[in-house]
């Protein structure tokens, strides 16, 4: 089993920062990628930001200059550092990992269960 846990949503004030963070935890043998996804009420998932396993990074053209993607491989962990933050950014924040069980030969996506990330204006 391999679990992805999501901390550091809450309300913050436009112009304000945040912090999210992902661990993943359980029967891993390897991580690829790892990213951040947003739902907004009414909207499809999107993609914020991606990082691969060298560390090469994609944003979403909203956010790009705003957010920055990271990781700590020996920890497990991706982090989504959030500046400048909008009303338009609130939405449910989701982690995304390509893991690879143990024991298993290729990679699959794991989701973690959403915080909510909510700018007043």
């Known amino acids: 089993q391999v679990q992805l846990v999501e901390s550091g949503g809450g309300l913050v004030q436009a112009g304000g920062s945040l912090r999210l963070s992902c661990a993943a935890s359980?029967?891993?043998?390897?991580?690829?990628?790892m990213g951040w996804y947003r739902q907004a009420p009414g909207k499809q998932r999107e993609l914020v930001a991606e990082?691969?396993?060298?560390?090469?990074?994609t944003y979403a053209d909203s956010v790009k200059g705003r957010f920055t993607i990271s990781r700590d491989n020996a920890k497990n962990t991706v982090y989504l550092q959030m500046n400048s933050l909008k009303p338009e950014d609130t939405a449910v924040y989701y982690c995304?990992?390509?893991?690879?069980?143990?024991?298993?030969?290729?990679?699959?996506?794991?989701w973690g269960q959403g915080t909510q990330v909510t700018v007043s204006s």
């Open positions: 990082i691969a396993s060298g560390g090469s990074t």
């Open positions: 995304k990992g390509v893991v690879r069980a143990l024991y298993t030969l290729r990679g699959n996506d794991y």
């Open positions: 359980g029967s891993i043998f390897s991580i690829n990628a």
